[in-house]
């Protein structure tokens, strides 16, 4: 069957930096997204890799290595704001969007 | 770039309603929309996938009769839920995608259907 793993909630202090990671099992890969989402709304859209490799956005950057199936999002310098559930989610053969469960993200002053 | 409007942002209203909801991308063309629902504290839960012009796709479990679906243009699609009962309360969440199966979704802001 197809999975995505991502710890359920994580806990950092306002300007320390996080890494949050996320493994996938799927048929085929087409990709690997991140979305934010903070409570009560919809997610907002983050990264995509598809290629091994760190692709860095501002304080986010995001990892990916295919032949492990595993994926990462760092967060740096951070802040309230981003206390929020960052989604996993990877795109299989058939172009199909697998969810992870969220990663529950705390930040603490 | 990349915004999708989603209406109502919060209904509430009496068993055996019937709601719309509708989804628009603004500045783009959507080829594919998608429909999702969350409760609370869970992860999404894609309902059914549209395609411009075309039937939409239900996930497993998701009665095509109770969530009508319609996709008639590129940039609007709307999500009907016929006669609403209390149990079908929840986050409703669409998204919108361009031209590219690899390219991301794009999320409306939701709308919060309470059914008393």
């Known amino acids: 069957g197809q999975n995505i793993d991502q710890p359920t909630e994580m806990t950092a202090t306002e300007g320390a930096i996080v890494q949050i990671n996320c493994t996938y099992q799927t048929s085929g890969f087409n990709g690997l997204f991140w979305y934010q989402q903070h409570a009560g709304e919809a997610p907002t859209f983050l990264s995509y890799n598809v290629l091994d490799g760190l692709e860095e956005k501002g304080r986010f950057s995001s990892f990916l290595s295919r032949s492990k199936g595993y994926s990462y999002l760092l967060l740096k310098e951070l802040q309230m704001k981003d206390s929020a559930s960052y989604l996993c989610?990877?795109?299989?053969?058939?172009?199909?969007?697998?969810w992870g469960a969220g990663t529950k993200l705390i930040i603490k002053p | 770039g990349a915004v999708v409007s989603q209406h109502p942002s919060r209904v509430i209203c009496k068993s055996g309603t019937s709601v719309k909801i509708e989804c628009r991308s603004l500045d783009f063309q959507a080829t594919t929309m998608f429909w999702y629902r969350q409760f609370p504290k869970q992860s999404l839960m894609l309902m059914a996938t549209?395609?411009?012009?075309?039937?939409?796709?239900?996930e497993q479990g998701v009665e095509k009769d109770k969530f009508l679906i319609n996709h008639a243009s590129l940039t609007l699609s709307t999500l009907t839920v016929t006669s609403a009962h209390p149990e079908d309360s929840s986050f409703y969440i669409c998204s919108a995608r361009g031209a590219g199966e690899n390219q991301p979704q794009h999320f409306g802001d939701g709308t919060r259907l309470s059914i008393l």
């Open positions: 989610a990877a795109l299989d053969s058939n172009y199909q969007l697998i």
């Open positions: 549209s395609n411009e012009g075309s039937k939409a796709t239900y």
